[in-house]
Structure formats: structure tokens, C-alpha cells
């Protein structure tokens, strides 16, 4: 009923910069939350960014705070992440994750991309 579409991952040197971007399309009402998660090989998957509330505000893992930038069009229903100053412990699989309201009687419901792969070399 709702896919998510990542885009613009890749190989970068550190101290480089990277935006993804994750479209959502499909049988969409709204959406409330929608962000970025990461998983490195043999590390649990973990936060990194992620608009609340239909983009009112925003929450950052402190490991990217002051580097990354979480943003979102609402009339796209994209959500994008400006990466900058990227480090070699920022390579992991880079998933984005929606909670969607498919229908206005149903429960909000949590739909995830296929994850894009991000690696940064020293």
C-alpha cells in the first residue's frame, strides 16, 4: 500500500557530504513521523534523524548532531538527510522509516525502505 523509495547514498572520502533522499508514494492520508535510521555490520540498527509530528520538530542521535541535517516536504512526502563532515564510523545500510495514517479510522502504521548503503573511507 506504501513503498518508500531511498536515493543518493554511495562511497564518499571523510570530510565529505552525502544527501539522501526517501520518497514515499501509495495510499497515503498522512504522515506523522519520518526519519532516518542506520545499521552498521554486526551493530544494531539505531535512530539517526528524524521529523516528528508532520515536521513540527526534530530529534538528533548525538553522534550526528551539528552534522547532519533532517528535512522534509510534505507536499513530495519526502524526507531528506544533508550529511556533512561524514566519518568513517558513519558506514552502515541507511534506512528510512514513515508512520503513515493509510486510512483516517485506522491506526498510523510503520513502513521502512529497503535501506541504501552509505561507507565512508578514511
Known amino acids: 500500500q506504501v513503498q518508500l523509495v531511498e536515493s543518493g547514498g554511495g562511497l564518499v572520502q571523510a570530510g565529505g557530504s552525502l544527501r539522501l533522499s526517501c520518497a514515499a508514494s501509495?495510499?497515503?492520508?498522512?504522515?506523522?513521523?519520518m526519519g532516518w535510521y542506520r545499521q552498521a555490520p554486526g551493530k544494531q540498527r539505531e535512530l539517526v534523524a528524524v521529523?516528528?509530528?508532520?515536521?513540527?520538530?526534530?530529534n538528533y542521535a548525538d553522534s550526528v548532531k551539528g552534522r547532519f541535517t533532517i528535512s522534509r516536504d510534505n507536499v513530495k512526502n519526502t524526507v531528506y538527510l544533508q550529511m556533512n563532515s561524514l566519518k568513517p564510523e558513519d558506514t552502515a545500510v541507511y534506512y528510512c522509516?514513515?508512520?503513515?495514517?493509510?486510512?483516517?479510522?485506522?491506526?498510523?502504521?510503520?513502513?521502512w525502505g529497503q535501506g541504501i548503503q552509505v561507507t565512508v573511507s578514511s
Open positions: 522509516k514513515a508512520v503513515v495514517v493509510v486510512h483516517l479510522a485506522w491506526l498510523p502504521q510503520n513502513y
Open positions: 501509495g495510499s497515503i492520508f498522512s504522515i506523522n513521523d
Open positions: 521529523t516528528i509530528s508532520g515536521g513540527s520538530s526534530t
